[in-house]
């Protein structure tokens, strides 16, 4: 409960305060509260994590409104709708990831290599494709 709590003052101060840089911190204590008293991942873990990814894009929204660059007029329909669209994704997606995850598959070098392949994918996806975006 207490990192709970720390976790919504963190948030509360940092919105406050104009400050992007305390969303994580209160995000991952509150994920972690979550972590500590259920222990297993469940449905409920889910829906939980849906609701922090909610969380956080309300709350960097806030704080571009009340920036010092504001948002242009009539972006408010089309930026919520994002952010419902995203966090409805995000449900089954997760869902689908934690079916995958009580798989049960026997360990191999052939799986082990698979895995670490992908991963390497990954990773070299999202480089290239943030070098792309700061050379924009």
Do not use: K, N
């Not at 409960?1 to 509150?30: D, H, K, N, Y």
């Not at 939980?48 to 909610?54: E, I, K, N, T």
């Not at 009580?102 to 290599?113: E, F, G, K, L, Q």
Request: proline share 4%.
């Amino acid at each position: 409960m207490a990192c709970a709590g720390a976790a919504i003052v963190i948030l509360g101060l940092g919105i406050s305060a104009l400050r992007s840089e305390a969303i994580p911190f209160a995000l991952v204590l509150l994920g972690v509260s979550h972590v500590i008293s259920t222990g297993d991942p469940s449905l409920a873990t889910v829906i939980y994590g849906s609701g922090l990814l909610l969380t956080a894009e309300l709350a960097y929204w806030s704080i571009d409104e009340h920036g010092d660059r504001r948002v242009q007029p009539g972006v408010f329909a089309p930026r919520l709708l994002a952010i419902l669209a995203v966090v409805a994704a995000a449900i089954p997606a997760s869902m689908l990831v934690l079916a995958a995850a009580a798989i049960d598959i026997s360990r191999s070098h052939t799986s082990t290599a698979a895995g670490a392949i992908a991963i390497v994918a990954c990773v070299a996806l999202l480089a290239a494709m943030a070098r792309r975006r700061v050379s924009s």
